[in-house]
């Protein structure tokens, strides 16, 4: 059986892969469990700036809100927010910087 990867799920996702896949990325952790709106989404934006164009941020929240901010942000700032996951009694948002 063929082991499931990022690479993978995104060519049979899109039919194309991702130049950025190639590369070591780095990821980085933002709990902002706990925090209400709009803390989680200022809190992501100050962590992207100190991120390179391709790496990812995973934000975990549980403000209602968050479900509307953060894909606002991302489409304002040009960021990718790759998926969202109900996990951990709220969401995980995954950002990844625009280039």
């Keep these: ?3 499931v990867t990022r ?3 995104t060519r049979l ?3 194309r892969e991702l130049a950025h896949m190639s590369r070591p990325m780095n990821e980085i952790e933002i709990d902002a469990r706990g925090l209400l709106c709009p803390l989680p989404v200022l809190k992501l934006a100050k962590r992207m700036k100190s991120l390179a164009a391709g790496d990812q941020a995973r934000l975990l929240a549980d403000d209602p809100a968050a479900v509307v901010d ?3 942000y991302c489409a304002e700032s040009g960021h990718e927010l790759i998926s969202v996951i109900e996990a951990q009694g709220g969401q995980v948002y995954l950002v990844r910087k625009a280039g």
């Design 7 to 9: 690479p993978l799920v």
């Design 70 to 72: 953060v894909p606002h």
């Design 1 to 3: 059986m063929a082991r």
């Design 13 to 15: 996702w899109t039919g």
